[in-house]
């Protein structure tokens, strides 16, 4: 067990990374996940809190992301396969934490394997409607201010319409 001390004499427990070598692969992503989500707030104490953050971005680079390369890179379709679906849930939930595996998935696309490749375009499709959500919020921000802009006589009519049809255009 990791153990860290609060100020108030408390102390906060957490699984070993040696022992989540024995979890299956996707395991260590989603304890993550819970962790930072669901119990970091209850810990007030900013040290334990910079302590945890700072162990658990340990499991992420020494467990989790090697465990899973190595599987990915492996011959088992079967495994290559059932951890494929693992993240294609957590890509749809928290993208952010298949972030690190995101290089590796367009080569699983050369398997012969068609739920491979399958799984693999899903994945893919998933980072794709986040960058396009982060483009489209990108734009809105910019619309709203040439709209402004507009209604104050800083920009033409001309030049707002162009940045209303780029907006639409991006939207679809």
Known sequence: MKIFNKKDGGIVQLIDKEKMQEWSVELPLIFIEYIRNNLMNNYE?????????????????????PRLIDVLDGDNNEEI???????????????????????????????????IIKLCDSILENFDKVEKRKKLAEKRNMMR??????LEGKISGEEYAKARKDYLILKD
């Open 45 to 65: 104490d900013s040290n334990v809190k910079k302590d945890i953050e700072a162990y658990l971005n340990e499991i992420l680079e020494e467990v989790a992301i």
């Open 81 to 115: 396969i059932l951890a494929l679906k693992r993240i294609e849930e957590l890509s749809k939930k928290k993208i952010e934490l298949v972030d690190p595996i995101k290089p590796y998935i367009p080569n699983l696309k050369n398997k012969d394997n068609k739920e």
């Open 145 to 150: 201010q040439k709209e402004k802009d507009f």
